[in-house]
């Protein structure tokens, strides 16, 4: 299973990105996708999960900013991000909880990181 994330870059503060991560592989079923965010010298922070019903949840610091979304489909999910900060750079990871046609239980697996960088 591989997940492949996509949408980052620079933009000016009070600009908006959209996020996607997709995946891949022997997929059988997706349970929660979730965005998590590393900024240098910071630990890692959930920004927003979602489960395979919808069910949403968000950090403090991105609520009414941020929307997570997935596409059941297509075995991808999105993260809309407007209003953004200076505070909001980092490296955006997406995971995913799979079940494989090898395995009927649920482990996370990683996507790679993409960046964001916003100005002030």
């Known amino acids: 299973v591989q997940l492949q994330a996509s949408g980052g870059g620079l933009v000016q503060a009070g600009g908006y990105l959209r996020l996607s991560c997709t995946a891949s592989g022997n997929i059988l079923r997706i349970n929660d996708m979730e965005w998590y965010r590393q900024a240098p010298g910071k630990q890692r922070e959930l920004v927003a999960g979602?489960?395979?019903?919808?069910?949403?949840t968000y950090g403090d610091s991105v609520k009414g900013r941020f929307t997570i979304s997935r596409d059941n489909a297509k075995n991808t999910v999105y993260l809309q991000m407007n209003s953004l900060k200076p505070e909001d750079t980092a490296v955006y990871l997406c995971?995913?909880?799979?079940?494989?046609?090898?395995?009927?239980?649920?482990?996370?697996?990683w996507g790679q990181g993409t960046q964001v960088t916003v100005s002030s």
């Open positions: 979602i489960t395979s019903g919808g069910s949403t």
């Open positions: 995971d995913a909880y799979v079940a494989t046609y090898y395995t009927s239980r649920y482990r996370p697996y």
